[in-house]
């Protein structure tokens, strides 16, 4: 056995690599700079993480969102691996010594916010240590046309410009081909080696259901019918996942709401409960779930129409890690994409961006109303052609969504 397999069982509790992973690790290896397109489920974390425990000194691991860092930083600190984050929730006291520890040697892997990634007192800080790998996760955000643009990713070029020797990684699991480029041409990626895996998932059963009176009455008797199974059900607002989780609680399914206005205790308890296994119905706005590895989620349905292609297939891919048979359920109304065409006229600055978002939400609503194959619409989308029917979507399938929802 191999170290990189040595390393992967002994840590990781895998018997082998999934599709890309080997190859990516052993690039990043040899100093070559990487993009890696990778669906939800295919194991983009290990790609840098197994570097990490293999190489003398640092990881640093640039993301997006505070809550995922922490589940890395758990998950990395249980198996054994030296790990730490610095971001705008880390005390005082933490900060200090998180930063003892990495000028003593003791953090492998490093997560950090991407506004603190170039801010100038840590870049003078971190030059001063062995820094063996970048890894820039939900790289997608540095594309203006990504489905989840901002600003300061623009900003990470700094780190190849700094530390132009040190090999990095950009990862994703949803981007175009246009998007793909964007993220090597921001990032000034050298030459990368660039590996884009398949968006199929065909273990998923992909619904649209019309979204009319009965659609609260559709969703509570599915739910009921999947009693005893874990799944969540996305929604636009705050105020959206308060009421549906209200209202399936009160018809005897154990649903939780999670949203940002939420107090942090009770957050972290739906997300815990979650996390550890419990058969709960989580209804959430889209920040939930990332950095979840739960293999087990058997339904991920939008009651709300999602504004990109991008962030539906990321959000509807936590369903059936495990490869079995998961729903990817999605109510779509006209309504409710008006709304969401008035909001990107009111909230977007530059005609660009309003031009990107509009062209992005007709695609959703497109994929919405055909009357084609979904999961091959979907593949379309991100470049790959599926050549028949997949017979695992409302089109493809006898009986249409009701094969699905009954």
């Known amino acids: 056995m191999d170290r990189l397999h040595l390393i992967l069982e002994r840590y990781f509790g895998y018997q082998a690599f999934y599709p890309y992973q080997r190859e990516i690790i052993q690039d990043l290896l040899a100093g070559r700079d990487v993009l890696a397109v990778l669906a939800t489920g295919a194991g983009k974390s290990l790609c840098y993480q197994v570097p990490a425990v293999l190489g003398d000194g640092v990881t640093l691991v640039v993301s997006p969102l505070i809550a995922l860092m922490k589940d890395q930083v758990d998950s990395l600190q249980a198996r054994g691996i030296g790990a730490a984050t610095l971001n705008s929730s880390t005390t005082y006291a933490a900060r200090r010594r998180t930063l003892a520890e990495l000028e003593e040697g003791s953090v492998q892997v490093l997560y950090v916010s991407p506004e603190r990634a170039v801010s100038e007192d840590f870049l003078e800080f971190i030059a001063t240590l062995h820094l063996n790998l970048i890894a820039v996760d939900e790289a997608h955000c540095i594309s203006m046309w990504g489905h989840q643009f901002r600003p300061e990713y ?24 246009d998007v793909r480029q964007d993220i090597v041409r921001q990032l000034r990626l050298a030459d990368p080696a660039v590996y884009v895996g398949s968006f199929n998932r065909e273990n998923l059963r992909y619904v649209v259901v019309r979204k009319n009176g009965d659609a609260f009455r559709r969703l509570r ?20 996942a308060r009421e549906i989780a209200g209202g399936l609680r009160a018809d005897g399914i154990p649903a939780e709401p999670y949203h940002a206005g939420m107090a942090a205790s009770a957050r972290g308890e739906t997300h815990d409960r979650f996390a550890r296994g419990e058969a709960v119905v989580v209804c959430a706005t889209s920040a939930f779930g990332m950095g979840i590895d739960r293999p087990d989620v058997r339904f991920v349905v939008h009651y709300d129409i999602p504004e990109t292609l991008e962030a539906y297939y990321q959000e509807s891919g936590r369903a059936g890690r495990d490869g079995r048979p998961a729903d990817c359920i999605l109510f779509y109304d006209e309504g409710d ?21 509009r062209s992005k939400l007709q695609g959703m609503v497109d994929y919405c109303t055909t009357r084609r194959c979904r999961r091959r619409f979907l593949l379309d989308y991100f470049g790959e052609r599926l050549d028949a029917p997949c017979g695992g979507c409302d089109i493809c399938a006898p009986g249409g969504d009701r094969c699905f929802m009954q």
């Open 154 to 177: 623009r900003a990470l070029a700094v780190l190849k410009e700094r530390f132009p020797s040190v090999p990095m990684v950009a990862l994703t699991a949803t981007a175009t081909p």
């Open 221 to 240: 008797d599915y739910l009921l019918m999947r009693r005893g199974e874990a799944g969540i059900v996305y929604l636009a607002t705050r105020e959206g």
């Open 337 to 357: 994409a008006r709304r969401l065409r008035s909001f990107i006229d009111r909230d977007l600055a530059s005609d660009f961006q309003r031009e990107v978002a």
